[in-house]
């Protein structure tokens, strides 16, 4: 999907318009029904990196993720992982990151050493 590459590239970027992420934000909203899985994780990454964890769909795309966490790779756990670990303190953050570690103990294909480290690094 266009919207969530293109979100993930301003995530990249560091981008920090709010006005522009809301209009994201809202998009994405409307449409969350019909993201993958893999979309759901990239996005959330990506409101996660900018730190926006109060955008109106990221509470339902945390939902959306928890349903789903057994079809990600391992790679993505990772990243996410990494992303939402700094925001431990929002609630629905609190209560994904552990549903992440358990996912990722299980994931198959396993991710690399490098990525496990820089996971535990970050937790």
């Known amino acids: 999907m266009q919207l969530c590459e293109s979100l993930v590239s301003l ?12 209009a994201y934000c809202d998009q994405l909203a409307s449409r969350l029904h019909s993201l993958t ?10 409101f996660s990196t900018l730190g926006l964890a109060q955008a ?38 609190g209560r994904l ?10 994931a198959s294909p396993a991710p690399s050493f490098a990525e496990l480290l820089t996971t535990a690094r970050v937790l």
């Open 37 to 46: 899985a893999a979309d759901v994780g990239r996005c959330i990454w990506a």
């Open 97 to 106: 990151l552990p549903r992440l570690v358990l996912a990722l103990s299980t």
């Open 11 to 22: 995530a990249e970027l560091q981008f920090r318009d709010g006005r522009v992420l809301v």
């Open 56 to 93: 109106p769909a990221y509470p339902r795309m945390m939902r959306a993720i928890d349903q789903k966490l057994h079809s990600l790779p391992a790679e993505l756990i990772c990243q996410l992982i990494r992303a939402i670990t700094p925001l431990g303190r929002a609630a629905a953050c």
